[in-house]
Every structure is written in C-alpha cells, then in structure tokens.
C-alpha cells in the first residue's frame, strides 16, 4: 500500500502527460502481481467494494483527537481524509512490528468485509501507514482517488511496458478483470494475447482550440460550419454486441471515464452499433435543463427511479465516429454530418437528438447568433448555450487538439463591479487560504446607501491573487462568525472586485432579489474605491422577465 | 511582579521595559535584541544591536556593514546585564546562529525562542532546553497536522526522482537563509556526490555557512551559459524564482519545493510544486508540545502562525497560554508558498 500510495502522491503533484505515464510504468515495471494489477484497477476506477462513508471515518478521529483541534485542523486542511490521515495518532503501547497492508489485501478484504467490521480493520490499517499510506487508504475507500490520471492514460502506461498501441489495450479490456496477469503477461511477452475485442471502445475525442479576434481575418467562413456549444458534459456514446450476441452501451467522459453506470436511462435508449460525440444534457419537457441541474443528478450516487424520472438523461450529437462498424474519422466533418443526420434518425429514440447547426454567411452574422442564440432558433434553450463550436467542414475527427479546424466561441460574460463582504477558507485545492469570497452591491437603505450580498465566487483568480486576497481579508478582518470573516467593507474602504457571470434570475432565496449564474472574479480592481462600486440597479436592469 | 512588566508586545515587537530593549524589532528602534538572521525578525536601521556573532554577519551580509548603529556580539549562555536585566543567548537550532533569547530579572526568567527546531540539522547549533517561567514560542506549524517526517526520506524521493527523469534539471525551491543549506547538507549527507548548483541570490549566505565550516561538497553558482546542459542535476532556487523566466530556461525542469508546508496538500499544490519535499526548519506540532513541556514553563505565551490550536492544547494540560498577536513575522524564513510571487528583480543569473 505504501509504494502505490508514493505513486499517488506523486501523480497527484505531476501535471505533465508524460511524466505521469513516465511515473505510472515505472511503478508497472517495479512492481509485482498481483499489486500492480489493483493499483491499474484503482487507477481505472475498476474496483468494486462496498466504499466507506465519511461519518465513519469521522467517527475514527473522534474517538482519537481532541475535537477543537480536528476541528482547526480540518478548517486548515479543508479535506476529510488528508486531515485524518496527517492527524492519526501513532497508536498506544509497544510497537508493533506488522507491516503495513498491501494493496492487494486492501482490495481483497473489503470486498468481503462487513459493515460492522469496517472500523476495526481500517483503524488496524491507518495504526500501521505513514500519512502517506493514509491518505492514500482513505482516497481509496471513499472512493474519491481523485489523481488526474484517466482510465485511457493508466491503460496507455501499460502499453507502454510492451511497445504497444493504446488502442490494442482498449480493444482486450473489456474481457479483463482485477488484477489483469494476463494483461501483463501479454504486454511484456510472457503470454498469449488475452481473448475479447470489444464493441464499444473509447476514442480519444477531437477538442477545440478558443477563437481570437484576429483569427477571424484569417478564415473564410465558406469553409466552416457552426453548431451551439450546450452547456452540459462532452461525452462519447459508443455501444455495439458481443460475438455472443450480448449488448454493450458505455457512456464515457471526455477523458475515458465509463460513466454509464450513471445513466442506466441512456444506456437503453443506445440501441446502434457505433460511437456518437454529443453533449449530455438533462432535457425536462423537450426543454433543455442548465448545468445545475444536470450537476444534482451528477452529484448523486446512487441511481434511484425517481431520479431517473426528474432528471431525464439526453444526448445531444454532434458528430459521428462510427457506425456499424466503420470508422469514420478519416472523413471530412461535412459528410460526417450528413452520416449523423441519418443515424440519429435511425435511433428513433428522444433521448438522442441532434445538435442543429447554426447558418451564417459572415463572421458578423454568425456574432449576432452568439450574442443573441434565442433569436437564431436556439429558441428557450437560449440560457443552456455556452456560445459556438465552429468546425472546418474539411476536417477529419482528429484526436486531441489539433491546430486551425474546430474553434469555440464562448459568449461573453458580463461583469459588474462588487464589494467584498466576507470570506471562508476554501477546500480542496484552495483550502487553508481564505478562497470563498461574498460580495455585494449598493442599494438605498434605511440610513442611507448600504450593501447587499449579490453572490459568491470561489473562481476567476490567479494563484498569486489568491495570495494577497487572503492577506487582505486576513489583515482587514473586522468580525469572525465561525469560518466566516467579516472584511471591511464601507465606502472608503474595502476591497473591489469586478465580478463576471453568465447569466441573472430572480431570486426569493437572495436577499438582494437576483443570483448569478457561474459568478467569477473578473479583475481585483486594487484602484477603485468601494463607494464607486456597482449598484443593485445595474443588475436589474439586466434581469429578463 | 507580573511577566508584563518584563516583557510586553507592543506593535514595534517585544519590549523590555526595565531594559529598554526590543526583541526582534519589526520597526527601527534604539536598541534591539535579534534571534537570527530571517528578514521577519532581523531588520536594519536599529540604534545598537545584539545578537550572535553568526546572526551579525548574517545581517552585515543582507544589509550591509552599517545596518545598524553600532553591534555587540553575544557569545553562547553567557549573560548580558542592562539595567539590572540580564540576556542569554541559547542555540535555538533554526539556522545557523539562531537563539533564544533568556530574560532574567528579579527571579523571573522568560525566554523569547524565536523561531527553532529539535531535529537534528549539522547546518545550525543543536537546541538547547532552558528552562524558564514563561515561554514565548513561535507557532508556524502550531497544529497536529504538521509532523515533519524524517528528512533523509524527503531528499531520498528527490533521488529517486533525479533516477527516473536523468534529463530533466531539478529545481528545488528553499529559503536563501538556512533551508538552502540545509537541504544541500542533507543531499550530500544521501550519497549525491555531482556538483550542487545555485541561485546567485543564495551566494553570499552559503559561502558565509562554508566559511563557518560547515561542508557542504561542491556547490557552484548558475551560470546562465550552462542553464541547457543542466538535466539531471539539482539546482536551489529561491522561492520567488521558481515560476519566473529564471526557471524556465532550465532543460525540461521539475520543480521541487523543501517545506514543512509541504506537508498539506493544497499549500503544496497552490505553489505549482511538482515534487513537495516536507523538510521544516521550525517545530512541528510534537517538538512544539515537547519543548512546552521540557522548559518547564507555566505559562506559554503564543507568537505567530496558527496561536489557537497551541493555546488550546496548554489549557488542556492546565499550562496558562496566551496569543500574543505580534504583527509582521512569518514572512521569510517559512512564508507560505502563495505569499512567493514571482520577484521581477531578480539577479540575471
Ligand atoms: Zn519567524
Ligand atoms: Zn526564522
């Protein structure tokens, strides 16, 4: 568990491709069966035990910890299991000389352990990690091994120790369970190459680079289709039939994750042979649902009916990879449309439809679609785009990002100048720095003009602007309320901030009456002072009834 | 008599009213009593200071021969008397010539630590209990989530690191004064036998730890015509370089960070670090709680970092404990990565 847990760590700190697979198949290689085989596992998400919830292991450090220090510590750390993992005493009496767990015994005794024997057993496992090992075990068993590696990346490091195609790998995969020695035996030589192609593989999506002004001089629209960006997540519908005659539908993300045990609903409505590239949606009444929406179903962990009801799951298309059996890549996008066209209508199923292509003859015409997409047919689903995907309708569907074919063109935001209010310390990533910031605009009070909260942003910074906006609420503190401080905030003095966001609905919940859609910290404006600030007025304004 | 008529916080630092003297002066005063050499206790312009012949040089080194009106050398547990108040000086194990400061008068004695640190460190003098009625101690790492581990296996990662990737140059950013030496002691001390490289702002202090003897092998300065033949070997850095053009000329480069806040994650990865290396030249929260105990003090007065995880932990072991509040250190020595912005004067090489 130690040296898994190490590779861990250091993929958890290495943002470079390379040097991840680098780290990966340097574990692979230095690392015995069956290890090696659940570490790949853990890394594919192909696991399967019952996870630990988070009260239990609350309940651990409770028993073990003063709770005023867990609880500044935890306000510290900002994550549950790296606070307990850093904090686990060293535990009482003599020590013992039992080495720490393995991967493999991990993995193998909670799939049969029971609820009620958990506690024991996890505390017998942290009494003998470092905090490391800790972390590590405690990512595992909540199921929260969050560590930037896909599935496509870990297979890819795998091939690796062979000189083989990524792909190779996706097409035996489907076949293979924990802890794959036949998987490695064959990628290093040692053995036949394991049975099973797989109907229904991920390929690494085509991806966008964002248009500049000055890109437009440069091209002629004649040569580009324009579709609406939805607002949802990008995924890849593959599905087809095993030699035997069974079905596979898999939903994977933009990074090869399956997500389709999500999305029992979409898994039937998948009834081709071949592979769609579309957008994922929550539609409620042909009406297409903003990303909130679809976050809360994604948020949920367990697929109940009811969800599955209130949240129906939808395909959006954009292009088509392949079908019934041919893969379609190589052709140009124009042809690919017209193949998809036909496909989705072959579905014959309203959880699928297509994404339409928006018309235009110039970039201007095209602009005013984008600053205006319920006028240019998007209709009420206005509100679900996210701006333009303009496409080259010569371009083949080329992996990752490549150079001068598909643009996006994101709509603008806009921005309002805000006051900073209070601040919480942050988690995840930004936790331990005052990272969660409330601010507000003026509005006539009582006893003249006052601020109200109109938002909170938690985006938008620089990791050097996180810095010195947790010094200035640090050093300009005027109230604490728990995790909450109150910062300066009067006329002449307080902080600026200009605060971009998508979109504004009336609020009952708000105090100020509105809320912002996808708020973020735009500029900190150092300059401006607080009374100069934006008033409730300037978003009024911008309100639709 | 109450501790405050000794020593009371004020908002230029800690003063001593019998002697008239302040410790660690965050603003220019007539006379200054200075731990060690970090920016956030050791600042110019005083009248007179006093304070290790180590910590003086140091000083002269950052800020010139004149940083100070005029200077007296404190030699190591012999007392100093001004005003009837007398002032020792004991190793506080921080970096090299760091103290704390024992303030005796009229029976009382309150001992002003500074920053320390137990582990052991060939780069400074080892840390001496001095037992005492109040203990003034920092709290940087003031919370039970720090536990420095052993820092031969934090440079054993760097090793193994430099093993994987040959060609890339490893940067490994640490604090000019102390941490950089500290970490060059602790890379040799692991078998690294090629020549170390550094920044020129880091210059200066380690030819001065060099001159105090202590060995620190081959270290070279960058020189910018070798930054390209530079994979696979290590390079110190300074905190505010390691983002800026400085490093990004460097082949392919990992950057690495020796820190005790390397120790949480966000902090680490706030900082863009690839490779966190949790190495700490303060206490952490056992050698914190530790040291409370061994001075045998009955009243612990808190300085800066995280105050109420340690004065919550005094009152459960029914020692008196109070934050003092001072204001303006914890900016050198271990600032916290996101206070690290790129500095835009750097020296060229
Ligand atoms: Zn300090
Ligand atoms: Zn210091």
Same mark, same amino acid.
């Given at each position: ?8 760590? $250091?993929?958890?700190?290495?943002? =470079?491709?390379?040097?991840? +697979? ?37 309940? +651990? ?72 090992? $800790? ?13 930037? !590696?896909?599935? =496509? ?18 097409? !035996?995969? #489907? ?11 064959? !990628? ?15 390929? #690494? ?40 005659? =069974? ?13 389709? @045990? ?42 109940? #009916? @009811? ?21 379609? =890549? ?6 690919? &449309? ?12 309203? $959880? ?5 292509? !928006? ?36 371009? @083949?569907?080329?992996?990752?990002? #490549? ?7 994101? $709509? ?72 909450? &401080? ?33 708020? &973020? ?25 | ?11 230029? *630092? ?217 994979? *696979? ?71 800066? *970092? ?23 250190? *914890? ?19």
């Amino acid at each position: 568990m130690n040296r898994f847990a190490a590779l861990l760590d $250091r993929l958890a700190y290495e943002p =470079r491709r390379n040097a991840k +697979l680098a780290l990966i198949a340097d574990h692979f290689r230095s690392t015995p069966d069956p290890e090696r085989g659940f570490a790949l596992a853990a890394m594919t998400g192909a696991l399967s035990f019952r996870n630990a919830k988070a009260g239990l292991i609350r309940g +651990l450090i409770a028993e073990r910890t003063d709770p005023v220090l867990f609880g500044l510590s935890y306000d510290y750390v900002g994550d549950l299991s790296e606070t307990v993992a850093l904090m686990w005493p060293a535990p009482e009496g003599p020590a013992r000389n039992e080495p720490p767990p393995t991967l493999s015994e991990v993995v193998t005794t909670l799939a049969s352990t029971s609820k009620t024997a958990l506690p024991r057993i996890l505390a017998g496992w942290l009494d003998h990690l470092d905090e490391t090992g $800790r972390w590590a075990l405690l990512k595992l068993i909540t199921g929260a091994l969050r560590i930037g !590696v896909s599935a =496509r990346l870990a297979k890819t490091a795998v091939a690796a120790l062979g000189d083989r195609d990524p792909d190779e790998i996706e097409l !035996v995969w #489907p076949g293979l369970k924990p802890p794959y020695e036949e998987l490695f035996a064959w !990628v290093e030589g040692r053995g036949p190459r394991p049975e099973a192609i797989d109907p229904a593989p991920f390929r #690494p999506p085509m991806l966008a680079h964002g248009i500049e002004d000055e890109d437009f001089a440069k091209l002629d629209p004649a040569d580009f289709a324009a579709e609406w960006k939805w607002d949802g997540i990008r995924v890849q519908a593959a599905a087809g039939t095993l030699p035997d005659g =069974r079905r596979v539908a898999r939903l994977y993300s933009r990074t090869g994750e399956d997500i389709s @045990a999500a999305f029992p609903d979409l898994a039937e409505a998948m009834s081709f042979n071949g592979a769609i590239d579309g957008e994922l949606l929550v539609l409620r009444e042909g009406r297409v649902q903003s990303f909130n929406v679809l976050q809360q179903r994604l948020n949920r962990k367990q697929v109940t #009916p @009811a969800m599955l009801a209130d949240f129906p799951a939808h395909i959006r298309a954009y292009d088509l990879i392949v079908a019934d059996g041919e893969d379609l =890549r190589d052709r140009p996008f124009a042809a690919r &449309r017209a193949l998809l066209e036909a496909f989705v209508g072959s579905i014959g199923s309203p $959880r699928v439809d297509l994404s339409p292509l !928006v018309p235009f003859d110039s970039w201007d015409a095209l602009a005013a679609s984008r600053l205006d997409p319920a006028s240019a047919a998007a209709g009420e689903d206005a509100e679900a785009i996210e701006g333009l995907m303009i496409k080259q309708l010569q371009s @083949a569907y080329m992996p990752g990002r #490549p150079k001068g074919l598909w643009y996006k063109w994101k $709509r603008d935001p806009m921005a309002v100048d805000c006051v900073l209010m209070y601040a919480q310390r942050g988690h995840g990533k930004r936790s331990s720095f005052y990272s969660d910031f409330t601010f507000g605009v003026w509005r006539a009070g009582p006893s003249g003009d006052e601020l109200v909260p109109v938002g909170k942003a938690y985006f938008g910074f620089t990791d050097e602007e996180l810095g010195q906006l947790d010094r200035f609420v640090r050093n300009n503190t005027i109230n604490r309320f728990g995790p909450v &401080r109150e910062v300066v905030h009067s006329a002449t003095e307080g902080l600026v901030l200009e605060i971009a966001f998508e979109g504004l609905q009336r609020s009952t919940r708000h105090k100020s009456g509105v809320a912002m859609r996808f708020p &973020r910290i735009a500029r900190i404006r150092w300059d401006k002072p607080p009374g100069e600030a934006d008033r409730i007025e300037a978003l009024e304004v911008r309100l639709k009834d | 008599m109450r501790p405050d008529d000794l020593l009371q916080p004020t908002p230029r *630092g800690l003063y001593c009213p019998p002697a008239d003297v302040y410790i660690d002066p965050v603003r220019s005063v007539e006379r200054a009593l200075i731990t060690h050499g970090h920016s956030d206790h050791a600042r110019p312009g005083h009248g007179a200071v006093l304070a290790t012949a180590a910590t003086l040089k140091i000083m002269a080194i950052r800020y010139g021969e004149n940083f100070a009106g005029t200077v007296q050398a404190a030699d190591w547990g012999r007392p100093v008397t001004i005003n009837g108040v007398t002032f020792t000086f004991h190793p506080a194990g921080h970096i090299l010539g760091s103290a704390q400061i024992a303030v005796s008068w009229k029976g009382l004695t309150i001992v002003a630590s500074g920053d320390y640190k137990r582990g052991r460190d060939p780069t400074a003098e080892p840390f001496e209990v001095v037992p005492c009625d109040v203990f003034i101690t920092e709290a940087t790492f003031g919370l039970p989530v720090f536990r420095h581990p052993d820092p031969a296996a934090e440079v054993a990662k760097l090793l193994a690191s430099l093993r994987l990737f040959p060609d890339r140059a490893h940067l490994v950013g640490a604090y000019a004064l102390g941490k950089a030496q500290r970490v060059m002691s602790l890379v040799r001390a692991a078998g690294w036998d090629q020549p170390i490289y550094m920044h020129g702002a880091a210059e200066k202090l380690t030819r001065f730890y060099e001159a105090e003897g202590i060995d620190l092998g081959e270290v070279r300065l960058v020189k910018a015509a070798d930054r390209k033949a530079l994979g *696979g070997a290590v390079l110190l850095c300074l905190p505010g370089s390691m983002k800026d053009v400085w490093a990004r000329r460097f082949p392919d480069p990992v950057t690495a960070f020796a820190s005790g806040w390397m120790r949480v994650r966000a902090r680490a990865r706030q900082g863009g670090v690839e490779l966190p290396l949790i190495i700490s030249d303060h206490s952490d929260w056992d050698e914190l709680r530790e040291t409370i105990r061994e001075t045998g003090a009955s009243e612990v007065w808190v300085t800066h *970092g995280q105050e109420d995880a340690l004065v919550h932990w005094c009152g459960t072991v029914g020692l008196k404990a109070r934050p003092l509040r001072l204001v303006g250190y *914890g900016e050198e020595g271990e600032a916290e990565p996101a206070d690290l912005a790129p500095a835009s004067t750097e020296p060229a090489a």
